[in-house]
C-alpha cells in the first residue's frame, strides 16, 4: 500500500462543456460526451442540453407574452362555440 495514485491517470486532457462548470476533466474519468464535447456529470450535461427534472403537470407555467400555437387554438375552439 506504498503507492495510491498513478500520476499518470491525473493529466488534465479537457474541461467540462457546461460553461457553468468547467470542470478539469481527467484522463480515465467517466464522462459524458455529446459531438467532441466532454461533460462531467449528469447535472451538467442536462444543463448543456437545455433539459431539466421538473414533476410532470407541476411544472410552474410560464406566461408566454406573445401566446402560442396551443393558446390560439384554445382560443379559436372558444369562437366555434358561437
Ligand atoms: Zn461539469
Redesign the pocket.
Known amino acids: 500500500m506504498s503507492k495510491v495514485l498513478d500520476l499518470d491517470s491525473n493529466e488534465v486532457i479537457d474541461i467540462?462543456?457546461?460553461p457553468?462548470?468547467?470542470?478539469e476533466?481527467f484522463f480515465g474519468q467517466s464522462v459524458w460526451k455529446k459531438g467532441h464535447d466532454l461533460?462531467?456529470?449528469t447535472?451538467?450535461?442536462l444543463?448543456v442540453l437545455g433539459a431539466k427534472a421538473v414533476i410532470a403537470g407541476r411544472e410552474p407555467v410560464e406566461p408566454e407574452p406573445y401566446g402560442t400555437f396551443e393558446t390560439f387554438n384554445a382560443a379559436r375552439s372558444e369562437y366555434s362555440n358561437f
Open positions: 467540462c462543456a457546461d457553468d462548470c468547467n470542470a476533466i461533460i462531467c456529470s447535472d451538467c450535461l444543463r
